[in-house]
Protein backbone atom coordinates (compact mmCIF):
# COMPACT_ATOMS: atom_id res chain seq x y z
CA UNK A 1 0.00 0.00 0.00
CA UNK A 2 3.00 2.44 0.45
CA UNK A 3 5.10 2.29 -2.26
CA UNK A 4 7.87 4.53 -3.21
CA UNK A 5 5.08 6.08 -5.80
CA UNK A 6 2.63 6.58 -3.12
CA UNK A 7 4.21 8.45 -0.39
CA UNK A 8 5.71 10.84 -3.07
CA UNK A 9 1.71 11.18 -4.60
CA UNK A 10 1.14 11.58 -0.99
CA UNK A 11 3.75 14.42 -0.14
CA UNK A 12 2.68 16.14 -3.21
CA UNK A 13 -1.00 16.15 -2.53
CA UNK A 14 -1.20 16.49 1.11
CA UNK A 15 2.14 19.04 1.69
CA UNK A 16 3.43 20.32 -1.42
CA UNK A 17 -0.04 21.53 -2.87
CA UNK A 18 -1.16 22.81 0.14
CA UNK A 19 2.18 24.15 1.86
CA UNK A 20 2.78 26.14 -1.57
CA UNK A 21 -0.69 27.54 -0.68
CA UNK A 22 -0.43 28.82 2.67
CA UNK A 23 3.02 29.98 1.74
CA UNK A 24 1.82 32.10 -0.93
CA UNK A 25 -1.54 33.58 1.06
CA UNK A 26 -0.15 33.95 4.47
CA UNK A 27 3.92 33.22 4.98
CA UNK A 28 5.37 35.09 2.17
CA UNK A 29 7.19 38.34 2.47
CA UNK A 30 4.80 41.63 1.39
CA UNK A 31 7.40 42.20 -1.56
CA UNK A 32 6.76 38.67 -2.57
CA UNK A 33 3.09 38.94 -2.56
CA UNK A 34 3.26 42.12 -4.34
CA UNK A 35 5.57 40.88 -7.06
CA UNK A 36 3.14 38.27 -7.68
CA UNK A 37 -0.01 40.63 -7.89
CA UNK A 38 1.89 42.39 -10.42
CA UNK A 39 2.50 39.35 -12.88
CA UNK A 40 -1.07 38.62 -12.69
CA UNK A 41 -1.83 42.41 -13.27
CA UNK A 42 0.29 41.73 -16.83
CA UNK A 43 -1.19 38.49 -17.43
CA UNK A 44 -4.75 39.56 -17.23
CA UNK A 45 -4.35 42.96 -19.01
CA UNK A 46 -2.80 40.66 -21.75
CA UNK A 47 -5.02 38.18 -21.82
CA UNK A 48 -8.08 40.44 -22.33
CA UNK A 49 -6.74 42.55 -25.07
CA UNK A 50 -6.36 38.96 -26.72
CA UNK A 51 -9.96 37.73 -25.99
CA UNK A 52 -11.78 40.86 -26.54
CA UNK A 53 -9.57 42.41 -29.20
CA UNK A 54 -12.49 42.63 -31.46
CA UNK A 55 -14.88 44.41 -28.95
CA UNK A 56 -12.31 46.80 -27.56
CA UNK A 57 -12.10 50.41 -28.89
CA UNK A 58 -8.58 52.03 -29.40
CA UNK A 59 -8.69 54.19 -26.17
CA UNK A 60 -9.56 51.04 -24.06
CA UNK A 61 -6.53 48.87 -25.64
CA UNK A 62 -4.30 51.68 -25.20
CA UNK A 63 -5.26 51.97 -21.50
CA UNK A 64 -5.23 48.05 -21.04
CA UNK A 65 -1.78 48.19 -22.83
CA UNK A 66 -0.21 50.86 -20.66
CA UNK A 67 -1.14 49.12 -17.33
CA UNK A 68 0.85 46.13 -18.86
CA UNK A 69 3.40 48.06 -19.56
CA UNK A 70 3.14 50.04 -16.37
CA UNK A 71 3.38 46.65 -14.09
CA UNK A 72 6.41 45.18 -16.27
CA UNK A 73 8.37 48.57 -15.07
CA UNK A 74 7.72 47.50 -12.04
CA UNK A 75 8.52 44.18 -11.77
CA UNK A 76 11.82 44.85 -14.51
CA UNK A 77 13.43 47.28 -11.57
CA UNK A 78 14.20 46.99 -7.65
CA UNK A 79 10.68 47.35 -6.06
CA UNK A 80 9.29 50.45 -4.63
CA UNK A 81 6.91 48.91 -1.79
CA UNK A 82 4.98 51.97 -1.57
CA UNK A 83 4.62 53.05 -5.23
CA UNK A 84 3.88 49.03 -6.29
CA UNK A 85 1.27 49.32 -4.11
CA UNK A 86 -0.49 52.32 -4.84
CA UNK A 87 -0.51 51.27 -8.48
CA UNK A 88 -2.15 47.77 -7.71
CA UNK A 89 -4.76 49.73 -5.83
CA UNK A 90 -5.74 51.60 -9.15
CA UNK A 91 -5.03 49.19 -11.55
CA UNK A 92 -7.48 46.50 -10.66
CA UNK A 93 -10.28 49.18 -10.70
CA UNK A 94 -8.98 50.23 -14.32
CA UNK A 95 -9.14 46.99 -15.85
CA UNK A 96 -12.28 46.43 -13.92
CA UNK A 97 -13.95 50.15 -15.91
CA UNK A 98 -12.04 49.03 -19.29
CA UNK A 99 -13.25 45.67 -19.82
CA UNK A 100 -16.23 45.73 -21.81
CA UNK A 101 -19.36 44.00 -18.97
CA UNK A 102 -19.92 40.19 -20.50
CA UNK A 103 -23.50 38.19 -20.19
CA UNK A 104 -22.43 35.06 -18.49
CA UNK A 105 -18.60 35.99 -19.43
CA UNK A 106 -16.92 33.61 -16.39
CA UNK A 107 -19.28 30.50 -18.11
CA UNK A 108 -18.65 31.28 -21.64
CA UNK A 109 -14.33 30.81 -20.75
CA UNK A 110 -15.31 27.33 -18.94
CA UNK A 111 -17.08 26.31 -21.77
CA UNK A 112 -14.77 26.96 -24.13
CA UNK A 113 -11.94 25.82 -22.15
CA UNK A 114 -13.82 22.67 -21.81
CA UNK A 115 -14.11 22.06 -25.40
CA UNK A 116 -10.99 22.37 -26.04
CA UNK A 117 -9.96 20.12 -23.23
CA UNK A 118 -12.29 17.63 -23.98
CA UNK A 119 -11.58 17.91 -27.93
CA UNK A 120 -7.49 17.13 -27.18
CA UNK A 121 -8.71 14.32 -24.82
CA UNK A 122 -10.76 12.43 -27.16
CA UNK A 123 -8.10 13.03 -29.94
CA UNK A 124 -5.67 11.58 -27.21
CA UNK A 125 -7.81 8.61 -26.69
CA UNK A 126 -8.58 8.11 -30.11
CA UNK A 127 -4.84 7.93 -31.25
CA UNK A 128 -2.50 7.82 -29.19
CA UNK A 129 -3.61 6.69 -25.61
CA UNK A 130 -6.68 5.12 -24.15
CA UNK A 131 -7.25 4.98 -20.82
CA UNK A 132 -8.50 1.42 -19.67
CA UNK A 133 -9.22 -0.10 -16.12
CA UNK A 134 -8.74 -4.02 -15.38
CA UNK A 135 -12.45 -5.34 -14.62
CA UNK A 136 -11.07 -9.07 -13.56
CA UNK A 137 -9.11 -11.01 -12.40
CA UNK A 138 -8.00 -13.22 -15.17
CA UNK A 139 -4.63 -10.94 -15.29
CA UNK A 140 -3.46 -11.36 -11.49
CA UNK A 141 -0.73 -11.07 -10.31
CA UNK A 142 0.56 -9.27 -12.80
CA UNK A 143 -2.58 -6.79 -13.11
CA UNK A 144 -5.10 -6.36 -10.89
CA UNK A 145 -8.51 -6.48 -11.42
CA UNK A 146 -12.00 -5.57 -9.71
CA UNK A 147 -11.70 -7.70 -6.03
CA UNK A 148 -13.29 -7.80 -2.66
CA UNK A 149 -11.35 -8.84 0.68
CA UNK A 150 -13.55 -10.32 3.56
CA UNK A 151 -12.11 -8.70 6.74
CA UNK A 152 -12.71 -9.78 10.55
CA UNK A 153 -13.18 -5.97 11.51
CA UNK A 154 -12.47 -2.78 9.74
CA UNK A 155 -9.99 -0.70 12.32
CA UNK A 156 -8.88 1.78 9.89
CA UNK A 157 -9.15 5.62 10.97
CA UNK A 158 -11.11 8.07 8.51
CA UNK A 159 -7.88 9.51 6.97
CA UNK A 160 -6.37 5.68 6.76
CA UNK A 161 -9.61 5.40 4.58
CA UNK A 162 -8.45 8.19 2.22
CA UNK A 163 -4.86 7.57 2.02
CA UNK A 164 -5.97 3.71 1.13
CA UNK A 165 -8.30 4.91 -1.62
CA UNK A 166 -5.79 7.16 -2.67
CA UNK A 167 -2.86 4.99 -3.05
CA UNK A 168 -4.50 1.90 -3.51
CA UNK A 169 -7.60 2.35 -4.88
CA UNK A 170 -9.49 0.78 -1.64
CA UNK A 171 -12.89 1.41 0.22
CA UNK A 172 -14.27 0.00 3.21
CA UNK A 173 -17.57 -1.41 3.79
CA UNK A 174 -18.91 -2.20 7.67
CA UNK A 175 -22.31 -2.88 7.07
CA UNK A 176 -24.94 -4.62 9.36
CA UNK A 177 -28.42 -6.23 8.86
CA UNK A 178 -30.69 -3.70 10.44
CA UNK A 179 -33.72 -5.30 8.82
CA UNK A 180 -34.74 -9.07 8.00
CA UNK A 181 -35.15 -9.43 4.53
CA UNK A 182 -34.82 -12.14 1.99
CA UNK A 183 -33.05 -12.18 -1.15
CA UNK A 184 -32.50 -14.48 -4.77
CA UNK A 185 -29.54 -15.62 -6.12
CA UNK A 186 -28.15 -15.79 -9.47
CA UNK A 187 -25.11 -18.18 -9.93
CA UNK A 188 -23.63 -15.79 -12.90
CA UNK A 189 -24.94 -12.37 -11.58
CA UNK A 190 -24.66 -13.19 -7.40
CA UNK A 191 -27.15 -11.02 -5.07
CA UNK A 192 -29.86 -10.28 -6.94
CA UNK A 193 -31.89 -6.72 -6.10
CA UNK A 194 -33.88 -4.70 -8.09
CA UNK A 195 -34.40 -2.27 -5.85
CA UNK A 196 -30.54 -1.60 -5.52
CA UNK A 197 -29.63 1.81 -7.38
CA UNK A 198 -26.17 2.45 -8.82
CA UNK A 199 -24.89 6.16 -8.33
CA UNK A 200 -21.37 8.10 -9.23
CA UNK A 201 -19.57 10.30 -7.04
CA UNK A 202 -17.25 11.59 -10.04
CA UNK A 203 -15.52 8.90 -11.83
CA UNK A 204 -14.03 6.62 -9.87
CA UNK A 205 -16.13 6.92 -7.02
CA UNK A 206 -19.17 4.23 -8.30
CA UNK A 207 -21.96 2.92 -5.49
CA UNK A 208 -24.54 1.22 -4.76
CA UNK A 209 -27.65 2.43 -2.44
CA UNK A 210 -28.97 -1.68 -1.88
CA UNK A 211 -32.42 -2.03 -0.26
CA UNK A 212 -33.88 -4.48 2.49
CA UNK A 213 -37.28 -3.58 3.49
CA UNK A 214 -37.11 0.04 4.52
CA UNK A 215 -33.31 0.34 4.87
CA UNK A 216 -30.83 1.65 2.29
CA UNK A 217 -27.50 0.51 2.88
CA UNK A 218 -24.67 2.91 0.39
CA UNK A 219 -22.21 0.44 -0.75
CA UNK A 220 -19.20 1.06 -2.33
CA UNK A 221 -18.67 -0.57 -5.88
CA UNK A 222 -21.25 -0.35 -9.27
CA UNK A 223 -24.41 -2.76 -8.91
CA UNK A 224 -23.17 -5.55 -10.25
CA UNK A 225 -19.79 -5.73 -8.45
CA UNK A 226 -21.91 -5.36 -5.03
CA UNK A 227 -24.15 -8.36 -5.82
CA UNK A 228 -21.26 -10.52 -6.45
CA UNK A 229 -19.03 -9.80 -3.52
CA UNK A 230 -22.22 -9.82 -1.31
CA UNK A 231 -22.78 -13.63 -2.56
CA UNK A 232 -19.43 -14.32 -1.83
CA UNK A 233 -19.71 -12.84 1.38
CA UNK A 234 -22.84 -14.53 2.85
CA UNK A 235 -22.23 -17.96 1.08
CA UNK A 236 -18.62 -17.59 3.29
CA UNK A 237 -19.67 -16.65 6.23
CA UNK A 238 -23.55 -17.89 6.50
CA UNK A 239 -23.73 -21.23 4.28
CA UNK A 240 -26.33 -22.65 6.13
CA UNK A 241 -29.15 -19.69 4.76
CA UNK A 242 -27.18 -17.01 2.74
CA UNK A 243 -30.29 -15.95 1.53
CA UNK A 244 -32.07 -14.57 4.25
CA UNK A 245 -30.69 -11.29 5.55
CA UNK A 246 -31.24 -11.42 9.39
CA UNK A 247 -31.23 -8.69 11.72
CA UNK A 248 -27.57 -7.86 13.18
CA UNK A 249 -26.08 -10.02 10.78
CA UNK A 250 -23.05 -8.70 9.05
CA UNK A 251 -24.62 -7.41 5.27
CA UNK A 252 -20.85 -7.23 4.23
CA UNK A 253 -17.33 -6.46 5.78
CA UNK A 254 -14.07 -6.02 4.01
CA UNK A 255 -12.63 -3.58 1.80
CA UNK A 256 -13.59 -3.35 -2.05
CA UNK A 257 -9.92 -2.84 -4.69
CA UNK A 258 -11.37 -0.96 -7.90
CA UNK A 259 -8.35 -2.86 -9.95
CA UNK A 260 -5.88 -1.26 -11.92
CA UNK A 261 -6.21 1.77 -14.24
CA UNK A 262 -3.81 2.13 -16.89
CA UNK A 263 -2.81 3.60 -20.88
CA UNK A 264 -3.05 1.15 -23.84
CA UNK A 265 -0.81 2.44 -26.40
CA UNK A 266 -3.10 2.87 -29.80
CA UNK A 267 0.19 3.75 -32.22
CA UNK A 268 2.25 0.95 -31.69
CA UNK A 269 0.23 -1.61 -33.58
CA UNK A 270 0.53 0.46 -37.07
CA UNK A 271 4.22 0.16 -37.20
CA UNK A 272 4.99 -3.40 -35.76
CA UNK A 273 2.95 -6.43 -35.73
CA UNK A 274 1.70 -7.63 -32.30
CA UNK A 275 4.39 -9.63 -30.38
CA UNK A 276 4.30 -13.11 -28.24
CA UNK A 277 3.89 -11.68 -24.69
CA UNK A 278 2.74 -8.58 -25.27
CA UNK A 279 0.27 -7.65 -22.71
CA UNK A 280 -2.85 -6.91 -25.27
CA UNK A 281 -6.57 -5.01 -24.96
CA UNK A 282 -8.43 -6.01 -27.54
CA UNK A 283 -12.58 -5.80 -28.54
CA UNK A 284 -14.70 -9.11 -28.52
CA UNK A 285 -16.56 -8.19 -31.69
CA UNK A 286 -17.67 -11.82 -33.25
CA UNK A 287 -16.18 -13.86 -30.29
CA UNK A 288 -18.49 -16.23 -28.78
CA UNK A 289 -18.56 -18.69 -26.38
CA UNK A 290 -21.59 -21.49 -25.87
CA UNK A 291 -23.16 -19.37 -28.35
CA UNK A 292 -23.65 -16.02 -26.67
CA UNK A 293 -21.63 -13.14 -27.44
CA UNK A 294 -18.88 -12.17 -24.79
CA UNK A 295 -20.21 -9.89 -22.06
CA UNK A 296 -18.11 -6.41 -22.18
CA UNK A 297 -16.80 -4.75 -25.09
CA UNK A 298 -13.05 -4.48 -24.46
CA UNK A 299 -11.03 -7.86 -22.84
CA UNK A 300 -7.05 -7.54 -21.94
CA UNK A 301 -4.75 -10.54 -22.11
CA UNK A 302 -1.61 -11.94 -22.25
CA UNK A 303 -0.73 -12.58 -26.48
CA UNK A 304 1.06 -15.96 -26.48
CA UNK A 305 0.26 -16.80 -30.20
CA UNK A 306 1.05 -15.48 -33.53
CA UNK A 307 -0.51 -16.34 -37.10
CA UNK A 308 0.72 -19.75 -38.04
CA UNK A 309 1.48 -21.18 -34.42
CA UNK A 310 0.60 -24.45 -33.25
CA UNK A 311 0.08 -24.31 -29.74
CA UNK A 312 0.21 -26.98 -26.80
CA UNK A 313 0.10 -27.11 -22.80
CA UNK A 314 2.52 -29.23 -21.21
CA UNK A 315 3.61 -29.37 -17.78
CA UNK A 316 1.61 -26.30 -17.32
CA UNK A 317 3.72 -24.00 -19.94
CA UNK A 318 2.91 -23.33 -23.33
CA UNK A 319 4.70 -25.16 -26.12
CA UNK A 320 4.97 -23.37 -29.42
CA UNK A 321 5.84 -24.75 -32.65
CA UNK A 322 6.41 -21.62 -35.04
CA UNK A 323 5.28 -21.35 -38.83
CA UNK A 324 7.83 -22.58 -40.91
CA UNK A 325 9.44 -24.98 -38.42
CA UNK A 326 8.68 -28.56 -37.19
CA UNK A 327 10.83 -28.12 -33.38
CA UNK A 328 8.60 -27.51 -30.45
CA UNK A 329 10.02 -25.43 -28.31
CA UNK A 330 8.50 -23.86 -24.83
CA UNK A 331 7.62 -20.04 -24.93
CA UNK A 332 10.00 -19.06 -22.46
CA UNK A 333 11.78 -15.88 -21.68
CA UNK A 334 13.77 -16.19 -25.03
CA UNK A 335 10.07 -14.96 -26.43
CA UNK A 336 9.25 -12.45 -23.28
CA UNK A 337 10.66 -12.51 -20.09
CA UNK A 338 7.41 -12.84 -18.58
CA UNK A 339 6.79 -16.42 -19.41
CA UNK A 340 9.77 -17.24 -16.49
CA UNK A 341 7.71 -15.40 -14.39
CA UNK A 342 4.12 -17.84 -15.29
CA UNK A 343 6.35 -20.88 -14.53
CA UNK A 344 7.98 -19.63 -11.47
CA UNK A 345 4.89 -20.50 -9.25
CA UNK A 346 5.50 -17.93 -6.67
CA UNK A 347 3.75 -14.97 -5.66
CA UNK A 348 0.61 -16.62 -7.68
CA UNK A 349 1.59 -17.76 -10.66
CA UNK A 350 0.52 -21.06 -11.32
CA UNK A 351 1.68 -22.10 -15.13
CA UNK A 352 -0.97 -22.03 -17.69
CA UNK A 353 -4.06 -24.69 -16.53
CA UNK A 354 -5.67 -27.20 -18.87
CA UNK A 355 -8.93 -26.22 -20.25
CA UNK A 356 -11.25 -25.59 -23.04
CA UNK A 357 -9.58 -26.40 -26.31
CA UNK A 358 -6.31 -26.74 -24.26
CA UNK A 359 -7.94 -29.12 -21.89
CA UNK A 360 -4.72 -31.95 -22.03
CA UNK A 361 -1.55 -32.68 -23.39
CA UNK A 362 -2.60 -34.19 -26.25
CA UNK A 363 -4.76 -30.99 -27.29
CA UNK A 364 -3.24 -28.56 -29.61
CA UNK A 365 -4.49 -25.54 -31.60
CA UNK A 366 -3.04 -24.04 -34.98
CA UNK A 367 -3.65 -20.37 -36.16
CA UNK A 368 -4.26 -19.13 -39.60
CA UNK A 369 -3.19 -16.21 -40.87
CA UNK A 370 -3.99 -12.89 -39.18
CA UNK A 371 -5.12 -15.25 -35.88
CA UNK A 372 -4.04 -14.36 -32.64
CA UNK A 373 -4.23 -16.64 -29.01
CA UNK A 374 -4.86 -14.55 -26.28
CA UNK A 375 -4.38 -16.32 -22.35
CA UNK A 376 -4.87 -14.98 -19.12
CA UNK A 377 -2.36 -14.91 -16.62
CA UNK A 378 -4.16 -16.53 -13.76
CA UNK A 379 -5.03 -19.26 -16.22
CA UNK A 380 -6.70 -21.26 -13.66
CA UNK A 381 -9.69 -18.26 -13.45
CA UNK A 382 -9.81 -16.41 -16.92
CA UNK A 383 -12.27 -16.84 -19.93
CA UNK A 384 -9.93 -16.78 -22.78
CA UNK A 385 -8.81 -18.16 -26.51
CA UNK A 386 -9.21 -21.51 -24.65
CA UNK A 387 -12.50 -21.21 -24.71
CA UNK A 388 -13.92 -19.10 -27.42
CA UNK A 389 -11.17 -19.32 -29.80
CA UNK A 390 -8.47 -17.10 -31.67
CA UNK A 391 -8.99 -13.78 -31.92
CA UNK A 392 -8.50 -11.53 -35.88
CA UNK A 393 -6.25 -9.00 -36.21
CA UNK A 394 -8.65 -6.49 -37.02
CA UNK A 395 -9.80 -7.25 -33.18
CA UNK A 396 -6.75 -6.18 -31.51
CA UNK A 397 -6.95 -2.52 -30.02
CA UNK A 398 -3.24 -1.93 -28.26
CA UNK A 399 -0.53 -2.86 -26.10
CA UNK A 400 -1.26 -2.13 -22.16
CA UNK A 401 1.81 -0.19 -21.08
CA UNK A 402 1.65 2.04 -18.12
CA UNK A 403 -0.25 1.29 -14.99
CA UNK A 404 -1.04 4.93 -13.69
CA UNK A 405 -3.24 4.28 -10.66
CA UNK A 406 -3.40 2.75 -8.12
CA UNK A 407 0.31 3.63 -6.72
CA UNK A 408 0.94 0.17 -6.08
CA UNK A 409 3.89 -1.87 -6.52
CA UNK A 410 2.26 -2.88 -10.32
CA UNK A 411 2.33 1.38 -10.57
CA UNK A 412 4.55 2.85 -13.50
CA UNK A 413 5.27 0.49 -16.74
CA UNK A 414 3.65 -2.99 -17.31
CA UNK A 415 4.92 -6.29 -16.69
CA UNK A 416 7.84 -5.42 -14.84
CA UNK A 417 7.09 -6.46 -11.30
CA UNK A 418 8.68 -9.69 -9.93
CA UNK A 419 7.19 -12.29 -7.92
CA UNK A 420 6.24 -11.82 -4.56
CA UNK A 421 8.29 -14.74 -2.61
CA UNK A 422 6.05 -17.35 -1.61
CA UNK A 423 5.48 -20.48 -2.97
CA UNK A 424 1.87 -20.94 -5.95
CA UNK A 425 1.79 -24.84 -6.58
CA UNK A 426 -0.98 -24.93 -9.15
CA UNK A 427 -4.82 -26.41 -8.15
CA UNK A 428 -4.64 -30.29 -8.80
CA UNK A 429 -7.43 -30.71 -11.71
CA UNK A 430 -9.63 -33.40 -11.04
CA UNK A 431 -8.70 -36.95 -12.95
CA UNK A 432 -5.84 -35.30 -14.81
CA UNK A 433 -2.17 -36.75 -13.53
CA UNK A 434 0.27 -34.01 -12.91
Do not use: C
Request: glycine share 6%; charged share 25%; proline share 5%.
Amino acid sequence: MYSLPAIIFDILLFVVWPGHYIYQEFLSSRRHRQRRSLKMVVSQTLYRIRWDRDRLTAKQQETLTALNEEARQHLDKPLDVKKSNAFLETAVKRIKQTVPKHKYRRSKEILELLVVVIGVVMGIRALFLQPFKIPTGSMQPTLSGIHFAALDEVGVSWWEKILHYTNGSRRYVDATVSESARVWHDPKRGMVNDRAIQKNMLIFFPYTVWRHSNTNYTLPGTRDIVGKYLATYRIEHYPEDYLNFKSGETLARGYLELGDHLFVNRTVYNFTEPKRGDITVFTTDDLSYEGRALRGRFYIKRLVGVPGDTLRIRDRRLYVTEAGSDKEVVADSSFDPAFDRIYSFKGDYRGYSYAGSLSSESNEVTLDADEYWLMGDNSENSLDSRFWGPVPRRNIVGRADFVYWPFTRRWGFTDLAEPLDFESPPTPMPGLKE
